[in-house]
């Protein structure tokens, strides 16, 4: 077999640059598929398999369907590999929480444009920022405003080329993830802060968050409707619209409306508005960018049945303190899953729902699925784990000593396909 790989220790992306721990390459050629990489590797540790042509295609797809700038939310992973491949796919705009986050990607793409979206920052995080070319803040309160004009450098009054964003606070929604209870400024609030930003900053703009894995396009209409009545109330020129992250992908249990769907809406609530046509809408994908672009590969280590008609248990070498956080979390993501059987085989045609554990000692290592696979699971056999690309590795830990994983580029589809994210992706591969 000619193929190519490389394998990593596992440990939370962000350190990887700063441990350089790799092993030696095992083959050299074209990319393999999932199930050679099980067949030559025969690996009892989880492995990251990543999707180059994916991402490039996601990303290719969202920049040129998206009527405006799409900043690709590090936090979701910040994987070199991923980064690079998002840069390949035409993401030039990067929605940074952390200095960490400005430093990797200022160190990777010197010419990038980087955005401090995260709503709350410490003093020295926020000159530190400024001082790599960082330009663009979100702020949710007047003393978070203070903070930047204090720690951004003073010309003859102030910094002339801040650009300041207000983030809105939204009622809460119906989306997978609610993220209404943490950040935003309640409506009246952020019109002042707004007319007060228009004051010192040569951009200023509105944004909010409808929440991850947001099924509605809808949602983002009636999230602009509301930004329209504090942009009113404000009654100062408006630069940047931001409708933030949310975009949903697909899942075992759920298939969302196309991509297609969601701009939509969102081209008609931005219409609605009637903003100058210098303004500039902005969005925050992270989840719909990279979420098929990884799956993961874990081993059967036991199988235990619960009796008669009851669902079945399979116990993993990766859980919830891995890679499969979302998977165990009570939002009950259900993500795809196959099998991969030593010499090729694929089990038995009948499928039965199967809950699965991870490889530590605490009891909430249990992700509840459930999981369709062939009645014949065992022990020994490996199951492929689609949709991770988005807080998979990105979560990692290393609890009760289970913390290592590999990684490996494969040529292979994603296990699911999220409709108007994937187009050409073939062509792509």
Not at 185 to 190: D, S, T
Not at 310 to 331: E, K, M, R, Y
Request: proline share 7%; aromatic share 8%.
């Amino acid at each position: 077999m000619n193929v190519y790989s490389f394998a990593r220790a596992a440990v939370p992306p962000l350190d990887r640059p700063i441990l350089r721990r790799r092993a030696q390459s095992r083959y050299q050629g074209t990319l393999p598929a999932v199930t050679e990489v099980v067949q030559a590797l025969r690996p009892d540790d989880p492995v990251m398999c990543l999707r180059p042509a994916t991402l490039r295609t996601t990303a290719r797809n969202f920049v040129e369907q998206f009527p405006g700038d799409a900043l690709y939310a590090v936090k979701c992973n910040p994987e070199l590999a991923i980064l690079r491949g998002l840069w390949d796919g035409g993401v030039r705009h990067f929605d940074a929480a952390s200095m960490t986050e400005v430093k990797l990607v200022r160190g990777l793409f010197p010419d990038a444009h980087i955005h401090f979206m995260h709503p709350i920052k410490s003093r020295p995080a926020i000159a530190a920022s400024y001082a790599l070319g960082v330009r663009d803040y979100v702020i949710d309160s007047l003393d978070e405003l203070d903070k930047v004009l204090e720690e951004t450098p003073r010309l003859p009054v102030q910094a002339r080329d801040l650009g300041l964003l207000v983030r809105l606070s939204l009622p809460k929604g119906d989306a997978v993830y609610d993220l209404s209870g943490k950040f935003g400024a309640p409506p009246a609030e952020a019109a002042e802060i707004l007319r007060l930003s228009r004051k010192v900053a040569v951009r200023v703009g509105l944004c909010f968050h409808v929440g991850s894995q947001c099924m509605n396009p809808a949602a983002y209409e009636t999230a602009l409707a509301l930004g329209g009545q504090v942009i009113a109330e404000a009654g100062v020129p408006i630069d940047i619209v931001d409708v933030g992250g949310g975009f949903p992908v697909s899942y075992a249990d759920m298939v969302p409306p196309a991509l297609s769907a969601f701009v939509a809406a969102i081209r008609r609530g931005y219409d609605r508005l009637g903003l100058s046509a210098n303004c500039r809408l902005w969005c925050e994908p992270g989840r719909a960018l990279v979420a098929p672009a990884e799956s993961l590969v874990v081993r059967v280590t036991a199988r235990r049945e619960r009796g008669r008609g009851q669902i079945g248990t399979l116990f993993i070498n990766d859980g919830v303190f891995g890679a499969l956080s979302d998977a165990g979390a009570s939002c009950g993501l259900r993500f795809p899953a196959r099998l991969i059987r030593d010499g090729g085989g694929v089990g038995a045609e009948e499928l039965l729902p199967f809950e699965l554990f991870g490889p530590t000692c605490d009891s909430a290592d249990r992700m509840r699925g459930p999981f369709m696979l062939p009645a014949d699971v065992r022990e020994g056999d490996w199951i492929e784990i689609g949709q991770l690309g988005a807080y998979g590795s990105t979560l990692r830990t290393g609890f009760n000593g289970f913390g290592h994983a590999g990684l490996i580029e494969v040529r292979d589809q994603p296990l699911m396909a999220t409709p108007g994210y994937l187009e050409g992706a073939s062509k792509a591969a």
